[in-house]
């Protein structure tokens, strides 16, 4: 991955299993949030390719790669909700762009995946009216509107504060079982990813690749003691 002839990470390799919530981890610019966006198709790697099942994403025609998108649903960092939409008209946005359906069957839909993230009772509301866990929630709401295989989070605990922070951990978690969706979480918290984590990945800044793989409580006693920091705060 990269800028021009600016590297952020080389030599990436990983594999994310179905029905897992894979964190991507590091410090702050080593390349967590390009990642993502090589991942859901916003952005094409310098070299190599993102597999789904073992078809390369990039290596896809156009036709293929929309029908990949389908599959992804994504809550971005700072929710990137539309304001001047109501919140059901915000989650309704993909089911009528991307889904087809009648702008009124798509607000009924929209209704339901609210509720479903405990916001029940704000579809008229407007994102300049809520807190910033409703909005990360609301994201969350827009992310699952079409039904994905797979969800992707970036930082989605940016912001908040901890309860707020453990509330939507949780939702999280309700949501993966009860949907059967695999997560790819992006983020540096650390209380969600030991909390949420099944497998992760560590990118490093200064060596520019991944330099660690595997659940998180075992990665604590990483040889690389970048990685032991980074998960003990420093208390090694």
């Known amino acids: 991955m990269g800028f021009g002839e600016r590297v952020?990470?080389?030599?990436?390799?990983?594999?994310?299993?179905?029905?897992?919530?894979?964190?991507?981890?590091?410090?702050?610019?080593?390349?967590?949030?390009?990642?993502?966006?090589?991942?859901?198709?916003?952005?094409?790697?310098?070299?190599?390719?993102?597999?789904?099942?073992?078809?390369?994403?990039?290596?896809?025609?156009?036709?293929?790669?929309?029908?990949?998108?389908?599959?992804?649903?994504?809550?971005?960092?700072?929710?990137?909700?539309?304001?001047?939409?109501?919140?059901a008209e915000n989650v309704s946005v993909p089911?009528?762009?991307?889904?087809?359906?009648?702008?009124?069957?798509?607000?009924?839909?929209?209704?339901?995946?609210?509720?479903?993230?405990?916001?029940?009772?704000?579809?008229?509301?407007?994102?300049?009216?809520?807190?910033g866990g409703m909005k990360k929630r609301a994201g969350l709401a827009r992310a699952m509107a079409l039904d994905p295989d797979i969800l992707y989070f970036d930082e989605p605990s940016a912001g908040l504060d901890p309860l707020s922070s453990r509330r939507l951990d949780d939702l999280v978690l309700e949501l993966r079982d009860s949907l059967g969706a695999t997560v790819v979480l992006v983020t540096h918290e650390l209380p969600s990813i030991f909390e949420l984590g099944d497998n992760a990945v560590f990118l490093d800044a200064e060596k520019k690749t991944m330099t660690a793989r595997g659940r998180p409580a075992e990665l604590k006693d990483n040889p690389d003691p970048k990685v032991r920091a980074f998960l003990t705060r420093g208390r090694l």
Do not use: N
Request: charged letters at 25%.
């Open 8 to 87: 952020v990470q080389e030599d990436l390799s990983f594999t994310v299993e179905a029905g897992e919530i894979f964190v991507v981890m590091g410090d702050s610019g080593c390349g967590k949030s390009t990642l993502m966006r090589h991942m859901i198709g916003l952005q094409a790697p310098k070299t190599g390719d993102v597999l789904y099942d073992g078809e390369g994403y990039w290596a896809a025609d156009e036709a293929r790669r929309e029908a990949f998108k389908r599959r992804f649903g994504v809550l971005y960092q700072y929710a990137a909700l539309f304001s001047s939409m109501t919140l």
């Open 95 to 131: 089911l009528v762009e991307q889904g087809g359906l009648p702008r009124r069957d798509a607000l009924a839909v929209a209704r339901l995946k609210l509720a479903l993230v405990g916001l029940g009772g704000f579809e008229e509301h407007y994102p300049a009216e809520i807190s």
